[in-house]
């Protein structure tokens, strides 16, 4: 069974840092996009970061970039999510996502992301 796994999240004050996990069960992430959302209370979900497990490459969304790093484990089993300097804005629900890998890469994180983890809760918050 493909599952994607998320792991990490919690309650952190403003300026801290917490590592997301999104572990592959059933599946390695060989030849895939894979993709960080996050959907805040009342709002859509929004991108926040990818990685092109073929070729490197990745994208961070304007609202993170520099305060955010996207990798993979060279078992290619688990994407994380290094975030630092959080702000109380950077609260939501994360998830990962994975799809074809023309999806992310060359400046580009595009929509259509198929297969979903469940999610979790980031709380930034003094």
């Known amino acids: 069974q493909v599952q994607l796994v998320e792991s990490g999240g919690g309650l952190v004050q403003p300026g801290g840092s917490l590592r997301l996990s999104c572990a592959a069960s059933?599946?390695?992430?060989?030849?895939?996009?894979i993709g960080w959302f996050r959907q805040a209370p009342g709002k859509e979900r929004v991108g926040v970061s990818c990685?092109?497990?073929?070729?490197?490459?990745?994208y961070a969304a304007d609202s993170v970039k520099g305060r955010f790093t996207i990798s993979i484990d060279n078992a290619k089993t688990t994407v994380y999510l290094q975030m630092s300097s959080l702000k109380p804005e950077d609260t939501a629900v994360y998830y990962c996502a994975v799809d074809s890998p023309v999806l992310c890469g060359d400046g580009i994180f595009s929509d259509g992301f198929g297969s979903w983890g469940q999610g979790t809760q980031v709380t930034v918050s003094s």
């Open positions: 059933g599946f390695t992430l060989d030849y895939y996009a």
């Open positions: 990685i092109n497990s073929v070729n490197g490459d990745t």
